[in-house]
């Protein structure tokens, strides 16, 4: 009985010990690790939560501001008021916002919200995406009175 339970024992340790790495072959026959694909965010199938505006970390706010693009409707929280709208967006980055309206509820700090709405309103949007982060670009009146396009936000994509 003895014998036959060290040989259970020994088996059990031998096959929890025992993993297994995904590889690969590659083109010249050395093995490499498998990296599972990464998942492809497309600007209306996500959830996107506002990181920076105008170059700059977003602050803290009483809610998590977001944008969510579906269909040819855009919705979302400034941080403590909703809004909503339409957009367009086409496969070239072109990006354009008909802003419809918000909540108007009174918030203690309403220099996010304030700072949100008018980087959406900017004129002449374009988008790209990298990896899980969306970046709109805009054209910003410059103190020298000339119009550069420059970033205006930043998204983050959460699973």
Same mark, same amino acid.
Request: net charge positive; proline share 3%.
């Given at each position: 009985?003895?014998?036959?339970? $060290? !040989?259970?024992?020994?088996?059990?340790?031998?096959? %929890?010990? %025992?993993?297994?790495?995904? =590889?690969?072959? &590659?083109?010249?026959?050395?093995?490499?690790?498998? +990296?599972?694909?990464?998942?492809?965010? =497309?600007?209306?199938?996500?959830?996107?939560?506002? =990181?920076?505006? /105008?170059?700059?970390?977003?602050?803290?706010?009483?809610?998590?501001?977001?944008?969510?693009?579906?269909? &040819?409707?855009?919705?979302?929280?400034?941080? %403590?008021? +909703?809004?909503?709208?339409?957009?367009?967006? /086409?496969?070239?980055?072109?990006?354009?916002?008909?802003?419809?309206?918000?909540?108007?509820? $009174? %918030?203690?700090?309403?220099?996010?919200? /304030?700072?949100? $709405?008018?980087?959406?309103?900017?004129?002449?949007?374009?988008?790209?995406?990298?990896? /899980?982060? $969306? !970046? !709109?670009?805009?054209?910003?009146?410059?103190?020298?009175?000339?119009?550069?396009?420059?970033?205006?936000?930043?998204?983050?994509?959460?699973?």
């Amino acid at each position: 009985m003895k014998k036959l339970s $060290l !040989i259970f024992l020994a088996v059990a340790l031998c096959a %929890c010990g %025992c993993h297994t790495n995904k =590889t690969a072959i &590659d083109e010249k026959g050395k093995e490499s690790a498998v +990296t599972p694909p990464q998942r492809e965010y =497309t600007l209306t199938q996500t959830k996107w939560y506002l =990181t920076n505006i /105008n170059g700059m970390p977003v602050k803290d706010s009483p809610e998590r501001p977001y944008i969510i693009f579906d269909g &040819d409707r855009v919705n979302g929280s400034l941080g %403590c008021n +909703t809004f909503f709208g339409t957009f367009f967006a /086409n496969k070239k980055g072109k990006l354009d916002f008909e802003y419809t309206g918000a909540t108007k509820r $009174l %918030c203690s700090d309403m220099e996010v919200e /304030n700072m949100f $709405l008018s980087a959406l309103k900017t004129d002449k949007k374009s988008y790209v995406i990298v990896n /899980n982060t $969306l !970046i !709109i670009r805009g054209e910003k009146m410059m103190e020298d009175g000339v119009k550069k396009e420059m970033e205006i936000l930043r998204f983050k994509a959460e699973d």
